[in-house]
Each structure stands twice: as C-alpha cells, then as structure tokens.
C-alpha cells in the first residue's frame, strides 16, 4: 500500500557540498510556498546511500545540519519530523524537520537519548533566528534568483514518485 503525502509538503533533497549562495536560493524560492501550505518542507541528503552510518554519524552531514542551521534553512522546515506532540505526520516522515536538523548539527541529541526542556528552547531560539534569516534572505530574493542546482523540490505526491527506495537519506530508521 503506497502512502499518500500531503499536497503541499515539499521534500528537499540537498548535497553537503551546496554552497551558501545556493542554499540562501532554495530559501527565497521555497519560502513563499511553504508560507501559503498547510505544511513546510522536510529535507533529505543526498548522497549517502552506501555509508551505512546514520547522518548524524557522518560529519560531514554534521557540519552541513549545522551551517544549513545558521543559514536559516531550518526556518522553511516542518517543525519536527519525528517529535511525538509535534510532528503533524501520522507515521514515518520522508524527511528530516526543522528539530531534526539542528539538534543533529548541534550534537544535542541522537536516537534513544533523552533530552530535556533545556534543548528545547535552545531549539526555538535557534529556530527564531532562523526566521529572521528567512525574511532578510526574502527580502534580498533577487539577489538570489539563480535557480540553485542539486535539490529536487517536489509538492507532496505519492511517496514513491519522490522517494524511490534508496534514493536519500533522511536520518536513522530510529528516527522515522
């Protein structure tokens, strides 16, 4: 049985060797839709299919989660993809939330660790100053109109039109 995305969700699927310009584009390209949907984006990695480490094991992935952090991307994701009480997905998430990206690129937490309120709002600061990031970025939206390279960006379709088994990674199967 094939599970059916929402329409307006939108899977990112980046590269660790992006660099900033092209980040700041996928940015001011997705912010105005995912500011109009019910739901944000989630985010996948592209490129780590045969490492059989988790990204949050892989540091490279590590400093991608953290400078995509402050860059301001966190503020186009869903809140969390995986966190119960927060995650608005009904089962595993085809990609990695807001939460998901900052903690892991901030080595807060990893699979089966507790955490506690302290994370939390060290989280919705960071996410705060993303969304300032977000506005300066769409302000300035003309500066980054080239249309970046290396990220597919789908509305929420079938999961196996935009996720085909093995394509991205998108964290540990503890966190979906």
């Known amino acids: 049985m094939k599970k059916i995305l929402p329409d307006d969700l939108h899977v990112l699927a ?4 992006m660099p900033d310009d092209e980040i700041k584009g996928v940015i001011a390209q997705i912010l105005p839709r995912v500011m109009k949907a019910k739901f944000g984006a989630v985010l996948t990695v592209s490129g780590y299919d045969d490492d059989p480490r988790e990204l ?3 540091p490279e992935c590590v400093d991608f989660f953290r400078r995509i952090s402050d860059l301001g991307l966190i503020g186009i994701l869903e809140v969390s993809s995986s966190l119960d009480g927060i995650s608005r997905f009904p089962g595993p998430a085809p990609g990695l939330g807001a939460f ?3 903690a892991f690129g901030n080595h807060k937490i990893t699979p089966n660790v507790e955490f506690d309120q302290t994370v939390m709002f060290e989280f919705f600061a960071a996410l705060e100053k993303a969304n300032q ?10 500066k ?3 249309k970046p390279h290396g990220y597919l960006v789908q509305p ?12 991205h990674r998108h964290g540990g199967h503890e966190w979906n």
């Open 14 to 17: 980046l590269t660790v060797d």
């Open 56 to 58: 949050y094991q892989i």
């Open 100 to 102: 998901e990206i900052w």
């Open 133 to 142: 990031a977000c506005k300066v970025i769409l302000g300035e939206a003309d």
């Open 144 to 146: 980054w109109s080239k």
């Open 156 to 167: 929420g379709k079938n999961s196996s039109d935009i996720m085909p088994e093995g394509q």
